[in-house]
């Protein structure tokens, strides 16, 4: 939780992107006061709305295909309740710590806009949980769009369900305890708004663009190491070549490669006159999925910036109106998220065949597999075989989600988005992709060992060699490779220097 020691990120204005992912990480959020102002003015609105009787859903009818079935004030907190009772019916495996961090903050930031009608108190619980490190237990799956994740989350905020606070898992309600928190008991229209909208997938998708683009900074690194250990020609990357095509990325990845290798006495003889494709278009496919994350950035701010609670509440209290609209189907962080998925398969798919080169002796003029000694060792040879796995892994999971529709709520929910899912989606492509670069970094510095001499590295690769080997031996079949691939995509994760 690297963000820790920052402070705060206040609520007066939208969220972005990097914000999130910082809160996600373990940056602390507060609750600004224009924020506290505009959610007592919608609360107001709700308060005024059950008392004139005025039809408005979820506050005072049922929901889904219940939306005409009329709610009295007194049922009203019991629907609530209902809500999250109901909803909470995800499936498998718990999202991670960070995971569930992002959609709390997306959420609290969805509801800080001052249009859903909950109290303060409710959004303050929200941020109370980051605050103590109480970690709802939340299933990954079960859910088409959105519901079942926030579920999960009401469900420790009204003392049910189970969290962890740091290793130790406990019930809601004794999570609450260890905090000094009191449960909430939810007021009319809370239960509907801590449930909708799109936080979950606007969480995860934060975090998974912040992942990606850490992903394409060691990327970068990485293809530099690799292609100074294969003899490439840097001429390809010269450029007054890349500026012909019109893209930010490229520029930004040509740049980058220029860093790492400048100065490089390995390369000084030229290479090849025309390299394959996974050295040569380096520049070309990292820049392309840098353009794609720009978009996915925009996106997720755009999102950020907008109310995706149904329904808003508007009007005065003398006047109070409900507004209905399908803001939460968010069909455009789907087709984004789709898209975040299938750029960084990109990624990973290039990189698996710069690793194919390293460790093939029919084109790379070193050792086979990278081995110490042929025939008694196989070095990298089989690791270029997971990595060949994760990338037909990652053209499964490219399939887009959000065009699996289907059909919920008895007809009135006839078109899914599928927006939750498909970030899920690009989290696991990502995780994948992280592992990749890590084999490949670990290869190409076993490459760097055999082929080039400590002294005619250029510096920026020099460096990150170094790098490398303080948390990665050069391997001799001595353990098992997995621990090799384990470490090296720990680093990718974790960052690798900067030029």
């Known amino acids: 939780m690297a963000f820790r020691t920052q402070l705060p990120v ?26 506290r102002a505009r959610i007592d003015r919608a609360h107001d609105l709700v308060i005024a709305i059950v008392a004139q009787g005025v039809p408005s859903y979820g506050v005072n009818t049922g929901v889904g295909a219940l939306f005409d079935r009329a709610v009295e004030p007194a049922l009203q907190r019991r629907l609530s309740r209902q809500l999250v009772m109901s909803h909470a019916c995800g499936v498998g495996t718990p999202l991670p710590a960070a995971e569930v961090r992002a959609i709390i903050a997306a959420q609290a930031n969805n509801l800080a806009h001052g249009l859903s009608g909950v109290r303060v108190a409710v959004v303050e619980h929200l941020i109370d949980l980051l605050a103590h490190g109480i970690v709802p237990e939340v299933p990954a799956g079960g859910s088409v769009g959105y519901l079942t994740h926030m579920a999960h989350i009401a469900l420790v905020m009204i003392g049910e369900g189970h969290a962890r606070i740091g290793d130790n898992r406990m019930t809601g309600a004794e999570a609450l305890a260890r905090a000094g928190l009191e449960p909430l008991v939810l007021e009319a229209k809370e239960g509907l708004s801590l449930l909708n909208g799109a936080p979950c997938a606007t969480g995860l998708g934060a975090l998974a663009l912040y992942r990606a683009q850490r992903a394409v900074l060691a990327a970068d690194a990485v293809a530099a190491l690799s292609f100074e250990a294969l003899g490439g020609n840097r001429r390809s990357h010269a450029a007054e070549l890349l500026a012909l095509r019109q893209s930010d990325g490229v520029a930004a990845t040509g740049a980058a490669l ?12 030229g290479g090849r006159l025309q390299d394959p494709l996974s050295l040569r278009a380096v520049p070309q496919v990292h820049g392309a999925v840098r ?11 755009a999102e950020l ?27 455009g962080l789907a087709m984004t998220f789709d898209a975040l998925t299938i750029a960084v398969a990109h990624l990973g798919m290039i990189a698996e065949r710069r690793l194919d080169r390293l460790v093939n002796p029919l084109v790379s003029g070193l050792p086979a597999f990278l081995a110490a000694e042929a025939g008694v060792s196989s070095g990298f040879m089989i690791a270029q075989y997971s990595a060949a796995a994760l990338v037909a892994e990652n053209r499964r999971l490219a399939a887009p989600a959000s065009l699996d529709g289907g059909i919920t709520s008895g007809l009135q929910e006839d078109y899914l988005s599928h927006q939750t899912p498909a970030a899920l989606k690009a989290l696991a492509v990502i995780a994948n992709v992280e592992m990749i670069l890590g084999i490949e970094l670990a290869a190409a510095a076993q490459a760097h060992d055999l082929a080039v001499p400590a002294d005619a590295r250029a510096p920026g690769t020099a460096r990150l060699h170094a790098h490398v080997r303080q948390a990665i031996a050069p391997y001799a079949d001595d353990l098992p490779m997995n621990r090799v691939m384990e470490a090296g995509a720990a680093m990718v994760r974790a960052g690798l220097p900067e030029i």
């Open 258 to 269: 220029d860093g790492w290798l400048t100065g490089s006495a390995h390369l000084a003889a």
């Open 305 to 331: 910036a907008s109310v995706s609670d149904n329904p808003v509440l508007l009007g005065t209290p003398e006047a109070p109106r409900s507004g209905s609209q399908a803001h939460a189907v968010a069909a």
């Open 10 to 35: 206040t609520l007066d204005q939208p969220l972005d992107a990097a914000r999130l992912a910082a809160v996600a990480l373990g940056a602390p959020l507060a609750l600004g006061d224009m924020a």
């Open 291 to 301: 353009d794609s994350l720009a978009h996915v950035a925009a996106m997720i701010d």
